[in-house]
């Protein structure tokens, strides 16, 4: 497996309260990205960076934010938690100019109550 | 919307049958990518074609891409009861910035001993 960690992988938390996933790679790769996981919607991407500092935006990225200190961790931050993000959320990485395969981490399960 | 459908969205067959899913997609690719993911895990990248390829194997796994109809097949031959997973399609939009890799809703396969 590549060298991708998510931390926590399981949470629950409180609707209202921020919360932050951590993602974790040992690979050096450039690219990393922060996926969400629902029944019926397959993956749908919240954020993603393509170096230190350099985020943007993906389809579902209201109620999320990113930052990107270091090559090796990429986080994702909750704002203020909601019912609706209640999901599986998956991080990811890949490298190079143009996109080639991605490795994935093994997923953090949040529930909001 | 997602840039990569999948269909069907749940297959089940028989140990040693073929099973064949299709993907679309909306914009111009750079490539096709073909993910697995069995229940529970993360996903673990099969194969990757690019727009300027036609057809690729790897193992029993066999992809098609048509670019002007957009859209991409998968073939596993000679299933096997590990074989059962989800599997999901992703794409490399051509102008995409920052390496985008968009993901479909997967097609769920059932082997059955």
């Known amino acids: 497996d590549a060298g991708i960690t998510q931390s926590p992988r399981h949470k629950v938390t409180e609707t209202g309260t921020p919360v932050t996933l951590r993602c974790h790679q040992t690979?050096?790769?450039?690219?990393m990205y922060w996926y969400r996981q629902d029944p019926g919607h397959g993956l749908r991407l919240i954020h993603y960076?393509?170096?230190?500092?350099?985020?943007d935006k993906g389809e579902v990225s209201d109620g999320y934010s990113v930052s990107r200190s270091k090559t090796e961790d990429f986080l994702l931050t909750l704002e203020s938690a909601t019912s609706s993000q209640t999901s599986v959320y998956f991080c990811?990485?890949?490298?190079?100019?143009?996109?080639?395969?991605?490795?994935f981490g093994q997923g953090t399960r949040l529930t909001v109550v | 919307s997602q840039q990569g459908e999948e269909d069907p969205q749940a297959l089940s067959i028989q140990e040693g049958e073929n099973a064949t899913m299709n993907c679309s997609y909306k914009?111009?690719?750079?490539?096709l990518q073909w993910y697995r993911q069995n229940s529970g895990r993360g996903l673990v990248h099969l194969i990757l074609?690019?727009?300027?390829?036609r057809e690729k194997h790897s193992g029993r796994l066999r992809v098609t891409l048509d670019t002007s109809k957009k859209s991409s097949s998968l073939l596993i031959t000679a299933s096997r009861a590990a074989d059962t997973a989800s599997y999901f399609c992703?794409?490399?939009?051509?102008?995409?910035?920052?390496?985008?890799?968009?993901f479909g809703g997967g097609t769920r396969v059932l082997v059955k001993p």
């Open positions: 990811a990485i890949s490298e190079g100019t143009v996109i080639t395969e991605a490795f």
């Open positions: 690979e050096n790769h450039r690219y």
């Open positions: 960076s393509y170096g230190v500092k350099d985020t």
């Open positions: 914009t111009s690719i750079n490539n």
């Open positions: 074609i690019r727009s300027n390829e």
């Open positions: 992703a794409t490399a939009p051509i102008k995409a910035a920052g390496n985008k890799l968009t």
